[in-house]
């Protein structure tokens, strides 16, 4: 049975978060993207509470009404904060100075690498969907004329201060649109704009993009052991930047490719991605 609790960690932010499992599993912190929420997790939770696992999906920091410093002080959405949220989260699960499991898509996939890359000693393993490692990512977005270019343009668009209205114009009208065409469905769009649907979480979870412009992270070559699975469909995350993950991961790596499936592979692709899951956390127990 998942359960939602909030969680206050030692910043003094609350967390929502849904947990699942029994309390003395080993920990696995699952951390959402945008423009979705905790409920990304649905499929996940249930499957890994029945293998034994805590697993741990909280709205993350500007998403929970009680996480939500100021947007405006751009300072608050610095990287170094979401990777420190991550840890604090995790201490306040029960895992405080152990190691866990941890798992992130999309822009919890990128503080998951930086989590990996800052705090190795933590990670008993790495699950990434869809986002490559950042160096890879950058290396691509740099090309003048490259295909990562064109695919992550609406990040420049998220810089604008008209975005945030826009987006929430006619019943959030473009940002079910978006959704939708990528493969999420009605109940899990409603779902994540019960987080996100309104303009105070949309503008915290903007900051995200304006704290962090051209998504630079300087965290290494991961030696955490690795599972990155990308949908060959996804329309944000281009080949080059996928298979160049595989450049800046020197310890245990695996990449799993899913056929047609896109960006959202949790929302695409449940059953396969948490088999992969199960699989990859069995195989690096704690």
Do not use: C
Not at 158 to 163: I, V, W
Not at 190 to 206: D, I, T
């Amino acid at each position: 049975m998942i359960e939602t609790i909030g969680l206050k960690t030692r910043s003094g932010l609350t967390f929502t978060t849904d947990v699942a499992g029994p309390a003395g599993g080993a920990l696995v912190l699952l951390l959402h993207g945008f423009p979705e929420s905790r409920h990304s997790w649905r499929a996940a939770l249930p499957a890994l509470a029945a293998a034994g696992y805590r697993a741990v999906a909280p709205d993350q920091r500007g998403y929970s009404a009680r996480a939500r410093p100021d947007p405006k002080d751009l300072s608050n959405y610095a990287f170094d904060k979401l990777i420190a949220d991550a840890i604090d989260i995790a201490d306040a699960s029960g895992s405080a100075g152990k190691r866990f499991h941890l798992v992130g898509h999309d822009w919890g996939g990128q503080v998951s690498w930086g989590v990996a890359g800052r705090h190795p000693d933590r990670l008993a393993s790495l699950t990434i969907l869809s986002r490559p490692h950042p160096s890879s990512f950058r290396r691509e977005l740099l090309k003048e004329d490259g295909d990562q270019k064109h695919r992550s343009r609406h990040h420049r668009k998220f810089l604008e201060p008209e975005t945030g209205p826009m987006l929430l114009e006619e019943n959030a009208r473009r940002l079910r649109r978006n959704l939708a065409t990528q493969g999420v469905l009605d109940a899990a769009i409603a779902e994540h704009l019960s987080v996100l649907g309104n303009p105070e979480a949309l503008e915290a979870a903007l900051a995200w993009y304006r704290a962090n412009k051209g998504l630079a992270a300087e965290i290494g070559t991961i030696q955490v052991p690795t599972l990155y699975i990308w949908g060959d469909a996804d329309a944000t995350v281009g080949p080059d930047a996928a298979h160049g993950t595989r450049d800046f991961v020197g310890k245990a790596y695996g990449m799993e490719i899913l056929p047609g499936v896109g960006h959202f592979v949790m929302d695409q692709a449940p059953a396969k991605a948490v088999e992969l899951l199960l699989n990859h956390l069995g195989r690096h127990p704690l």
